[in-house]
């Protein structure tokens, strides 16, 4: 089998976002698109040739045939050996441990993450390094720069390869290691958790309902759920991941998993995750846990997780996250650190040692065991500190509140807006921000108004135009930022947080407490009136 190469031209737009590139399934089946994107990645990570590779995906449609075209490619550039999911499939948290545990020089995970997946929906493609976490910006533009002068891609004649058993095979000089998908990263959750208080919380009747969402967390919430921890089956709602996820999105927040929210009043706790497995959402009776509370919540309880007994070193959130974090490492006497929106920025932080844990407001939430956002390791984190506190979810945020203060937060977003409406409502906004400081926003007065820019603590590297931000001191803020995983027009999204110290008034409703933002958001970038839609398309 000798490498031959096949003459492309270039493509337009292969331009990795806030994680990988997502485009139409349409568009990666286009002849040598996929193509392309993974020869540019291969052309400009030469540790790749003779190294190992993590290889696996969500299971989205066009998974398979994209991991046969990818086995092909890398064979042909001379790569040593994939570590391959069985199935095609590894979630993005997996798939992060596994690079970390076999000592490879980097992984792709083939997925769009919450985004809908199916003939008409969306395909992805995302490459981590050998810390196992997203790639820096600094290698997804090199990437992005090489496919903008592609030629040609590199690959075998061979017939597709069984993906569905373990065991190892050979594509020509290139071993193949076809692994348990789910085996390494049930084997870390469970150095890190109380597996066996959480086992004596799930028999002493408890009520909870995971929701897969048919995406790839399904087999991963069953081997740790069920198998170890002795849950009953029917704790797993939409465990089998399909192509389509059934037609649904598999976003876990409460406007996608309506199924799990109309069962939590007979529920203790219910759990979903997304299309990749790296986002969490958590509900008690009657409650929705803000992810960025959450954060917050697992900071300040770590040290009753065997994994975190001896303490956390830092905490970081991406700016829109809520400040809820700030205040737990304020008390802790350890640094909280503020990034921009995406997993990649964490990742020199938990190299260095900085911080232990870190989130964003997306229901994404994690720890230094890999190097992604981990959906199931934040379930288990939570169903660890239920298991030692025997206290409702309600109950130990309410108590969180008291302790912290409370960040009231939601965020708004305008879907598939019209990229020049979008682009127009944003430029409003920025060219206000120099004159709105000193001004007010229901009586808080604006002390900081700017256009976010982040430097790396760590590589000094800079990324700038990450969120249009307006603070009130510790009082309140609005973000307004653009989207970078969508695959339509443009997605702004409004971020909204007010603090409130009095336990007495803690337990308000959420979107009337943050009215007076919601109004001056409108007023600045006129969403409503410029799409004429009534309001946001999506409220968390
Ligand atoms: C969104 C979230 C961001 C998250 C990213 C990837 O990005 O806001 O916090 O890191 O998705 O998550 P954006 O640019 O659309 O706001 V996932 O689970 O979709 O890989
Ligand atoms: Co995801």
């Not at 603590?457 to 990324?463: K, M, N, T, W, Y």
């Not at 307004?480 to 007495?504: I, K, N």
Request: hydrophobic share 40%; with cysteine; charged share 20%.
């Amino acid at each position: 089998m000798t490498p031959h190469s096949i003459a492309i031209t270039p493509f337009q737009g292969q331009k990795p976002g806030t994680s990988g590139l997502r485009k139409k399934v349409a568009e990666f089946q286009r002849p040598g698109y996929l193509e392309a994107f993974v020869q540019s990645l291969f052309d400009t990570q030469p540790a790749l040739r003779g190294g190992i590779m993590a290889l696996g995906g969500d299971g989205r449609y066009f998974n398979r045939e994209a991991v046969q075209i990818i086995l092909r490619m890398a064979a042909a550039n001379g790569v040593g050996r994939v570590i391959l999911g069985a199935g095609g499939l590894l979630s993005t948290p997996a798939a992060s441990a596994v690079i970390r545990k076999y000592q490879a020089q980097g992984g792709i995970v083939l997925s769009a993450s919450h985004n809908p997946g199916g003939p008409d929906g969306d395909f992805g493609i995302k490459f981590n390094t050998s810390n196992g976490g997203p790639a820096p910006e600094a290698v997804t533009e090199a990437i992005y720069q090489r496919s903008q002068s592609i030629e040609r891609y590199l690959t075998l004649d061979a017939a597709p390869i069984a993906l569905d058993k373990p065991g190892e095979t050979s594509l020509g000089d290139m071993a193949i290691s076809i692994i348990d998908p789910v085996a390494d990263h049930a084997a870390l959750l469970q150095t890190l958790f109380d597996f066996d208080a959480i086992r004596s919380l799930l028999r002493g009747g408890f009520r909870m309902r995971f929701d897969g969402m048919h995406a790839v967390t399904g087999p991963y919430a069953r081997r740790v759920l069920v198998d170890m921890l002795g849950a009953p089956e029917d704790v797993l709602m939409n465990a089998q991941p399909l192509p389509d996820f059934g037609g649904g999105h598999p976003d876990p927040n409460p406007a996608h998993a309506e199924e799990l929210v109309a069962l939590m009043p007979g529920l203790d706790f219910g759990a979903a995750s997304d299309g990749d497995g790296d986002r969490n959402m958590i509900l008690g009776p009657g409650i929705a846990v803000s992810p960025s509370d959450s954060l917050a919540v697992l900071a300040a309880n770590a040290r009753l997780a065997p994994g975190y007994a001896n303490g956390i070193t830092g905490i970081a959130r991406s700016m829109p996250t809520s400040r809820a974090a700030d205040a737990v490492a304020a008390a802790l006497g350890i640094p909280c650190f503020e990034t921009p929106t995406g997993w990649k920025f964490f990742g020199n932080l938990l190299d260095a040692g900085q911080i232990t844990i870190c989130g964003e407001e997306s229901y994404g939430t994690s720890s230094n065991h890999v190097r992604e956002k981990d959906g199931l390791w934040a379930v288990l984190f939570w169903l660890n500190i239920l298991a030692k506190r025997r206290e409702p979810v309600g109950a130990i945020l309410a108590q969180h509140w008291r302790q912290y203060g409370r960040h009231y937060y939601s965020r708004h977003d305008y879907e598939a807006v019209d990229s020049a409406t979008a682009q127009a409502a944003m430029a409003q906004l920025a060219q206000a921000l120099p004159g709105l400081v000193g001004h007010d926003i229901g009586g808080l007065t604006i002390t900081q108004a700017d256009d976010f820019a982040y430097t790396d603590p760590v590589d000094g590297s800079v990324a700038k135009g990450q969120g249009l931000r307006v603070i009130c001191g510790d009082a309140a803020r609005v973000v307004a930022r653009l989207s970078g995983t969508g695959t339509e027009g443009a997605t702004v999204r409004l971020y909204f947080e007010r603090f409130e110290a009095d336990p007495a008034r803690q337990q308000d409703d959420v979107q009337t407490t943050l009215a007076p933002l919601i109004d001056f958001a409108e007023n600045q970038l006129g969403l409503r009136q410029r799409t004429g839609r009534p309001g946001p398309d999506v409220i968390t």
